[in-house]
């Protein structure tokens, strides 16, 4: 695989064989000339909408605060020592997502989002760790990182944001535009702006296993199939009204433990689960959306692709979609998985999709999911 600018001349492979989830690495001029996607005002508007999740962070007189957006009202960017962070850009903005693409040798599964973040002179968000895998690059302006393997991860208690208790740097680098820092989860960083800046973040998903084993039972619960229902033809008289009876109870036992699952079930609950767009993100169709026949003629001449809110995944003959699910034969399974890889698709290729998939092409198109060119 060919070497990549963005990780300092190294290969993806050699990226995550040394340094993913192990230890942070400098790029400098990951990005040359790197100029920030979009400005203060775009960002300070989509940190108002109440569909986009920001925070504001503050420093004031040694005392932290945070706030949670929508951000109606912004200091004065003169002042000094404030923080607003706003999730998702790449669900709105194409470039953010295109920027986000970039690092897709890390599987979609596991990309989350870019997180851009405006600092006011000396903001920053306070030393603390992440649980996730992070690139920060810088956009506009200087930030001094300053990093630590501390294995105490110990919190301020009491704040309303996680601040490391104590703190010790043992690396320094002042960032500028274009510069990025990998850090692997659990590295303790402090980011300080000098003079204003703006830093993007490369976010990753990495759901807990509890988080996972929750919303996979609700799944089950969706799938399951134990037909009867109880009874004790060989009922005794019972000494005690109140306790459960022993044969209830292996019955019981004996009917769950065929609640049952395999590797089918774990890969359509997985990709759905991946796939579901998060609770803030609403798609929109086209205003006056073409005919089905307009619509077949266009996507042949333009071809296809995905809106930057879409989430799509495949595994084997599965095929999911803004978690939706769902079994493809083997022509569609080229079609379907090519316009999963490259998020686009030619009109080409469309041409050797069945009817099934076209159709289902056309609703997406409607409800905003894909869009023509
Ligand atoms: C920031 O961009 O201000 C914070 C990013 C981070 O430290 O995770
Ligand atoms: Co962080």
Not at 90 to 102: F, I, S
Not at 104 to 114: G, I, M, Y
Not at 285 to 310: I, N
Not at 332 to 358: F, P
Request: hydrophobic fraction near 40%; charge should be negative; proline fraction near 5%.
């Amino acid at each position: 695989m060919k070497k990549l600018q963005l990780l300092g001349n190294i290969t993806p492979a050699q990226f995550l064989r040394d340094y993913w989830h192990k230890k942070p690495l400098l790029i400098r001029q990951a990005i040359p000339g790197f100029k920030p996607l979009l400005s203060f005002a775009k960002l300070a508007e989509l940190a108002r909408q109440n569909y986009v999740e920001s925070r504001l962070v503050t420093l004031r007189g040694g005392q932290w605060d945070m706030q949670h957006g929508p951000l109606t009202e912004l200091p004065q960017r003169s002042e000094r020592e404030w923080t607003m962070l706003v999730q998702g850009v790449n669900l709105h903005d194409q470039r953010a997502d295109e920027l986000l693409r970039q690092f897709r040798f890390v599987p979609d599964a596991r990309l989350d989002d870019l997180m851009v973040s405006y600092a006011s002179d000396g903001g920053g968000v306070g030393p603390h760790f992440d649980s996730y895998d992070v690139f920060l690059l810088q956009a506009q302006g200087k930030r001094r990182w300053r990093i630590s393997a501390q294995q105490n991860l110990d919190l301020v208690e009491g704040l309303p944001l996680k601040i490391l208790a104590d703190f010790e740097a043992e690396e320094e680098f002042v960032l500028e535009p274009g510069d990025m820092l990998y850090l692997p989860p659990h590295y303790a960083h402090d980011g300080v702006a000098e003079g204003e800046c703006m830093t993007y973040s490369i976010g990753f998903r990495s759901p807990s296993f509890q988080e996972l084993g929750e919303a996979f039972l609700q799944f089950m619960a969706d799938s399951i199939d134990l037909p009867g229902r109880y009874a004790d033809p060989d009922l005794t008289l019972a000494k005690n009204p109140a306790e459960i009876p022993r044969d209830m109870l292996a019955t019981v036992t004996e009917e769950l433990n065929k609640v049952r699952w395999d590797e089918e079930d774990v890969t359509i609950f997985l990709g759905e689960y991946l796939s579901e767009p998060k609770h803030n993100v609403f798609f929109t169709g086209p205003a006056k959306p073409l005919t089905v026949g307009r619509f077949m003629e266009t996507a042949a001449k333009k071809g296809l692709k995905l809106s930057s809110k879409t989430l799509m995944l495949y595994r084997g003959k599965s095929v999911f979609i803004n978690g939706e699910s769902f079994a493809v034969g083997r022509a569609d399974k080229v079609v379907l998985d090519v316009l999963a890889n490259e998020r686009r698709i030619d009109g080409e290729l469309l041409g050797s999709a069945t009817d099934d998939v076209l159709e289902a092409l056309y609703t997406w198109y409607q409800d905003g999911w894909v869009e023509l060119g």
